[in-house]
């Protein structure tokens, strides 16, 4: 079965600066996509950026990129010019190609000091 | 687009009593949902993936009679929780995905659960 691990449960940065947030998963299928949710305090899980496994290029979202290692089976979340409101949970999510249900990471609690 | 809402946001019951959530996709049809928990400081689990038109789908160890599901339209999916108990207090979260489109899914406000 997939699994995935994040392995920071909290992260602090200051307003402005630049956070990286670590995923790993483990899987030994080729087809397959990863996600980043937020969820803040409101409790809504908003997606906030997905990779497609069989795309060498590096997703971004505005201030959100990924650093996609498929050979490490690494996906790790930038976000850059960090903003009071990205304060939140954030979890990693994997979804197989041949399925629809995610599996999600413990999650990491993301503080942004002003 | 791709909004998914869900009622009650907020339910306080008595135990021994049921409790319907409902799950709508309000701007897309979607033949598959999903129902998750949380609990507090904790990650989402997946309960049950819910078809539309047949039975759904239980993760291991979640009980098929204690959680109901149906899913009787392409936009809507309801989650009964039979004789509620106080372990059953919970944050619960439906999600969906466009049909034909099934690369992201799009999750719901949450339930909140509590019983007395």
Redesign the interface.
Known sequence: AQTVTQSQPEMSVQEAETVTLSCTYDTSESDY?L?W?KQPP??????VI?Q?AYKQQNATENRFSVNFQKAAKSFSLKISDSQLGDAAMY?CAY?SGGA???V????TRLTINP | GAVVSQHPSWVICKSGTSVKIECRSLDFQAT?M?WYR?FPK???M?MA?SNEGSKATYEQGVEKDKFLINHASLTLSTLTVTSAHPEDSS?Y?C?A?PSGK??????G??TRLLVL
């Open positions: 996509y996600f949710y409101s409790r809504q899980m908003i997606l997905r497609e979890f979804r629809q249900k995610l999600f990471g413990q999650g | 598959t999903f949380q904790q990650s989402l997946l993936t944050f979260i999600s995905n099934s690369e992201t899914q799009y999750f406000p949450g």
